[in-house]
């Protein structure tokens, strides 16, 4: 099975400033598609952790999705990070400065020296489209780097980069509220994941108001098994 | 100044199904009393995987606060593996004991087995109180272990730690909308950051609508250095 990591990078997260979404958003259609995300991590603006998460988690892992750093300011210093965890050197992408000329001529904007900025990828580095802004993401070897702006990234993900990527073989899932709290049930779910390993059963207290209860989300491979252990749980406890 | 890592443990986040939001929050607190957050990290409730993080992380950090996984259910694997972390034993602490006795028989429910898990804690950890739910989180050395469900874990966040560790120097932090799109101003922007290397400026592109523009941020430890450039920047740009 497919297994990915993500980096989200940005000062901005790691000061509460903004909640990040980006990351759920991918993890979502991770899931969706049958690849397992394994980690996510949030690292600062800062050229050298970038690089040194890089050079790790794409040894490690089949995907590493990579958001935030790629504008035109100071301190989007991502792209230069990644190419030079990759040995390789920012080049003038053709394509890219395409790509923006034409946007902002269409829009009587000047394509200045920062907004240039963004048409420098590293070298053997393949596109990734982005129709709202222009300013395109990229692919190098297993990574794919995306805009940190919500929208855009969501752009690229699910127009660009779903295509091009092997689906895994879908997980199926189903979940359940039970109105009883955690502890009650914790030993009959402990012997119910014991007895079916090939599902994963994951178990979620919550508070709503007055009531205290459990969710239970059952995910495997196997429809069949989900919906057994599905009906299982609800004899057993509703 | 005091550096930090966080580290969220639960399959919810890594699939997709919850946003995770301890975090952020955690983040914004740290940022508050001037800790700074180096980075976030979510992985799986693996024991093996939670025991790697932790110890490269407390060495790295002041502070490492762990979020998720401390509950009755089999899916709780976190306190075990921290214990294996530090190679300390789970024992039973007898003061989480007498919490949890004395919330569950106030309420006429059975402390079982599952729930006396929960006062199993790594030998020679302090408690960290949980008025809502009893259960205690636990510190063991510079590692902070809180509950996952929000509501438990910002208590346990505001009430018993942020008393307990020490704070920094207050980061000052003031923010401006600038109506013109990143790429206009990001030359200026760059000099005005190199002139005034003892603050950090952040720049935030966003699109509300029709608008387009950019949310300047500018964070240092001088006040009166964050107001000058907030100024600096109000007349350079509206």
Redesign the interface.
Same mark, same amino acid.
């Given at each position: 099975m497919s297994e990915a990591a993500i980096i989200v990078i940005g &000062? +901005?997260?790691?000061?509460?400033?903004?909640?990040?979404?980006n990351?759920?958003?991918?993890?979502?259609?991770?899931?969706e598609i049958g690849i397992?995300?394994?980690?996510?991590?949030?690292?600062?603006?800062i050229k050298k952790e970038i690089q040194k998460a890089v050079i790790k988690l794409a040894k490690l892992y089949d995907h590493v999705f990579i958001t935030g750093g790629i504008?035109?300011?100071?301190?989007d210093v991502t792209t230069e990070a990644i190419a030079s965890a990759f040995k390789r050197k920012l080049i003038l992408n053709k394509k890219a400065k395409e790509l923006l000329e034409k946007y902002y001529d269409k829009r009587n904007?000047?394509l &200045? +020296?920062?907004?240039m900025k963004m048409a420098y990828l590293p070298s053997n580095s393949k596109l990734i489209y982005n129709p709202?802004s222009a300013a395109p993401g990229f692919k190098i070897k297993n990574v794919w780097v995306m805009a940190g702006?919500p929208?855009i990234m969501q752009e690229m993900f699910t127009s660009f980069i779903e295509p091009q990527i092997k689906k895994g073989k879908k997980i199926y899932?189903r979940n359940i509220d039970i109105f009883e709290?955690?502890?009650?049930?914790?030993?009959k779910?402990?012997l119910l994941?014991k007895k079916f390993s090939k599902a994963?059963?994951?178990?979620?207290?919550?508070?709503r108001g007055e009531t205290v209860g459990t969710n239970i989300?059952i995910?495997s491979r196997q429809k069949v098994l989900v919906n057994k252990i599905y009906f299982k749980i609800k004899l057993m406890f509703q």
């Open positions: &000062n +901005e997260i790691l000061s509460g400033r903004t909640l990040d979404r990351s759920n958003f991918i993890a979502k259609r991770c899931f397992k995300v394994s980690t996510i991590i949030v690292i600062a603006d504008g035109p300011t100071h301190d904007i000047e &200045n +020296e920062s907004r709202i702006v929208s899932t709290p955690e502890g009650d049930i914790a030993k779910l402990e994941q994963e059963l994951g178990s979620y207290p919550f508070i989300v995910k």
